[in-house]
């Protein structure tokens, strides 16, 4: 009697020695014992066939009499050139195979193509991976974006108090007698064109954020950019002419972009200038201006290789104390 036993079961039990189990080596082909039992002969050839396939034969006895197991693999190498027919479909798998996405933020250096406004091909280029693949998280964004709000914001609003109020500084009435609320001038806030009490004055409303934080703020856009495959890197931004438009061609060549943001290395080229000026969807900055707030506002990034450099050497720069 063969029972057919799958030795992921029986490892679950322990090993196959403590079990009493006696195991055979695996055999090829037609040349295999087992314990003198012909009728186990008989069906190893009817396993093994040709040589192209291997059987694994393993005895276990528990208290009782000895039975066999059986498990069949095959050896064969299938290649493009080989003429054995079609694969075979049991040795095909039904489950979906997955390309494992990257994981993000284990500090890795990444390589990019490096292209231009033409699509031409100019080799590639290795970013930092402390600078363009650290870890995403949001609550350093919010606060770098909230300090760049706050930092901008004017805060020229102004009200005026009882002494900047114009109008009469008499009595309107006498203090007793009428019956009346005592008063002692029209230009109070409870009345209409009267002052404003504890109202805002020009003030800054900048609050301080420490430069490690503002410094990972930047490092955490680049990252995420790069993440989504919205990052790319131009060998430079020179364009042939001022017209308009070349660069809404090419936006237009791109899948899944609205708002663009171009940065340079050095100033702004002229012609870069003119091109852009008049598109609300495209945007140009130098390195030094790079901020999360305008990372944040446009969906891709294009970075001009000096670019990259500069915002690299930018991020190594230690900071002053």
Known sequence: MALSISRRIVRSFGSLSALGFREYPTVAGRSFQASGQNSILNLSDQIAGDNLLHAECFSFSKGGPSFLGFRRFSTTIWTPDSNG?????DLLSSKTVLTPERTI??????VVPVTNFHNEDHGLMVLAGDVFD??????IIHRVVRWQLAKRQQGTHSTKTISEVS?????????????RARHGSLRGPQFRGGATMHGPKPRSHAFKLNKKVRRLGLKIALS?????????VFEDLEVPTHKTKNIVNYVNQMENTKKLLLVDGGPIN?????ATQNLHYVNVLPSIGLNVYSILQHDTLVMSRDAVNRIVERMHTPINR
């Open 85 to 89: 027919g079609a694969f075979p479909s």
């Open 224 to 232: 995420a950019r790069a993440a989504e495959g919205k990052l790319l």
């Open 270 to 274: 002229e012609k870069l200038k003119l």
């Open 134 to 139: 650290v870890p995403i998280r949001k609550d």
């Open 167 to 179: 109008g009469t500084g008499r009595k309107p009435w006498q203090q007793k007698g009428l019956g």
């Open 105 to 110: 933020g284990l500090y890795e250096d990444l």
